[in-house]
């Protein structure tokens, strides 16, 4: 019980209400695109751990980037099956490994995965591009929520640590050069 009230905790619960709001207007607002991804990654880019909230995010909106673009090239070189699916999910994993960018493979995987099944539905490529949108939109949301929550809530933290580095700064200018 002690856990539910920690500031952390209330943070977290408020940004994921805030940005499903937040999302799920827009949802609403626009019937006929896919803001239902963006309902969904702003909840799945939000982070608990208060330490990662940005990186998620950021990390969220390079996985669908990376999925995507894969998934999208494979649908334009040959109709997604089976073969073409493990070559994306090869390519993804490589890609994802030469920029160096591993802890957005799952996520990236998904997205491919999901381009290559919806686009073998609906064949064709314009709903993987909004689909991508809409997720980078909801990635946005949350890391803005984030922001400023931080800003909000954490300015007290960000004073205190300009007035010491100010008080250090101001020591170190006073001392005899050598």
Known sequence: MKKLLETNFLVYLAKCIIGLTITYTIYEMFPQHQFFWSVISVLLAFSPDDRDA???AYDRMKANVLG???????FVIHDPNLFFMCFGVLMTIIIATILN?????????AAVIIVLLYEKENASYHMALER??????????ALLLTLLFDFTIYKDKRKRFLRRAKVVKKHYSQLPKA
């Open 68 to 74: 995507s673009v894969v998934g999208i090239i494979i």
């Open 132 to 141: 991508m949108f809409c997720v980078i939109i909801g990635c946005l949301i």
């Open 54 to 56: 940005k990186k998620v």
């Open 101 to 109: 960018i591993q802890a957005t493979t799952r996520s990236a995987l």
